[in-house]
């Protein structure tokens, strides 16, 4: 009996001591093993500071969010923005680095591509078409229906001139001969809609809903963007925001969160009117708040990048250039024109 208690004693104890050995190895195997979780890793992105300009008009309504969330210092860079009333405001002090981010036509961008030698890039286009055939009437209902027609319009020898010549001469029309063309200034073309002298206008946003809004005779007869793609394999892509090349070479990730939030900034117009009319009229990108409510659906806004970006901006400088070399600088941009991300 007494060997038996021996045996299991010494049994007991060799037990007892293998278990303490193997938690003591699980115990070091733990505390020794590196730990692959990154979770807690902070991202350590520095903000920078960015000098940002948009004009007023479609081009900037999609900036308002953005320009609102910088103001409550929730942006991931530290933006500063001017809002200009045309290009000519902006591209000065674009070309002399003042402005690191413009948003502009994109036959502004195609202009200062070439008058810098190819030095600046397109990121972004921000707006199709924004043009509309206004009329107090119901006779127009296609292009055809021009024919015979006097059309006020702003914009001699500017986008809006070639962009409609070119949907009438594809529709069969002849501008100088088959369409009567009275350019105006826009204060003109705005006061003679509204007065009703002007029975059919060519406008764009947000003078069309203004005029509307005033005239309720007025009526949108049609869309230059859908007619634009009616007659095209591209689509008419009217607005941009642009950078310098040497800008983006050595602000690359600043550029990249700039356009993470302005794409999100346009997505929030195009789905939270109300609210982005609010900014709007702070930031005095439309005129009114009203006025931003009803003119926004009808903006075009859009964010378009990479080859999309170049496919169908390529197409719309070659009509420009086509009508007008001089209206994108005398020559096409090469594709290096255009920003693709890496």
Avoid at 86 to 115: D, H, M
Wanted: charged share 20%; with cysteine.
């Amino acid at each position: 009996m007494k060997k038996v208690l021996s045996i299991l004693s010494l049994v007991l104890v060799l037990v007892l001591t293998l278990g303490l050995t193997a938690c003591g190895g699980d115990t070091d195997t733990a505390s020794s093993t590196p730990s692959t979780d990154t979770s807690s890793v902070e991202d350590t992105y520095t903000p920078v500071d960015m000098t940002v300009a948009c004009m007023t008009g479609p081009t900037g309504v999609g900036m308002a969010k953005l320009m609102a969330d910088s103001e409550a210092k929730t942006t991931a860079n530290n933006y500063t923005f001017t809002v200009a009333s045309a290009a000519t405001e902006i591209n000065a002090k674009f070309l002399k680095g003042e402005i690191n981010i413009a948003s502009v036509p994109t036959n502004v961008a195609a202009t200062l591509y070439n008058k810098t030698g190819g030095k600046v890039r397109m990121l972004a286009v921000n707006t199709y078409g924004v043009l509309s055939i206004l009329e107090k009437g119901d006779t127009v209902k296609s292009v055809a229906d021009l024919k015979g027609k006097t059309v006020y319009s702003t914009g001699k020898g500017q986008n809006p001139e070639f962009i409609f010549k070119h949907i009438l001469r594809e529709n069969g029309l002849d501008p100088e001969k088959d369409v009567t063309i009275n350019f105006v200034s826009s204060e003109e073309l705005v006061a003679k809609l509204i007065s009703g002298e002007a029975e059919i206008g060519l406008a764009p946003e947000p003078a069309a809903t203004t005029v509307m809004v005033k005239n309720a005779n007025l009526r949108r007869a049609l869309s230059i963007n859908d007619e634009w793609s009616k007659v095209s394999d591209t689509q008419l892509m009217m607005g941009c925001v642009i950078a310098l090349d040497s800008y983006v070479a050595a602000n690359e990730k600043a550029v990249e969160k700039f356009l993470e939030e302005y794409s999100a900034s346009i997505e929030f117009a195009k789905t939270n009117i109300n609210e982005a009319a609010k900014h709007c009229a702070t930031y005095k990108i439309t005129a009114s708040e009203a006025i931003a409510k009803k003119a926004i659906p009808t903006c075009n806004l859009c964010y378009v990048t990479g080859e999309d970006m170049k496919q169908n901006v390529n197409g719309y400088l070659n009509v420009l250039f086509t009508a007008d070399p001089t209206s994108i600088g005398g020559a096409k941009p090469n594709d290096d024109l255009y920003y693709i991300a890496k």
